[in-house]
């Protein structure tokens, strides 16, 4: 917990590479059993990944198709959480990019209606 708080104060620090190193090396030792909590981190670092100074759109919505699995399969509120976020960042910066187009229209299918 401490270590996902350090990423978001990176973040909102305007330092996204260290916030982006701390989520990858807390995912990469995370057990894949820990669905929830590694689709959680995955969505973070989609999010941060979009929000860095060098945005790499693609794999931040890469990242954010793995999230979307983890949230179909655990029925996370968080998770769902981020992944607006994500959303909203790629439609705002890259709206035309087939893999913000891609990334939007699943997790609409994976979103339960209101």
């Known amino acids: 917990m401490l270590q ?25 030792a995370m057990p894949v ?18 929000q860095s100074r060098q945005p790499d759109p693609s794999r931040a919505a890469e990242l954010g198709m793995t ?3 983890a949230a179909r399969h655990t029925g996370s509120a968080r998770i769902l959480r981020e992944l607006r976020t994500l959303s909203e960042e790629l439609s705002a910066r890259w709206p035309d990019r087939r893999e913000s187009r891609a990334f939007r229209d699943a997790l ?7």
Request: one cysteine or more.
């Open 33 to 50: 059993s820990l669905t929830r909590d590694r689709g959680h981190l995955t969505a973070k670092l989609a999010v941060v990944v979009a």
């Open 108 to 114: 609409a299918a994976a979103t339960p209606a209101p």
């Open 4 to 28: 996902e708080q350090a990423a978001a104060c990176y973040r909102a620090a305007g330092q996204a590479d260290t916030a982006i190193s701390i989520l990858e090396d807390k995912i990469s």
């Open 67 to 69: 999230a979307i699995d």
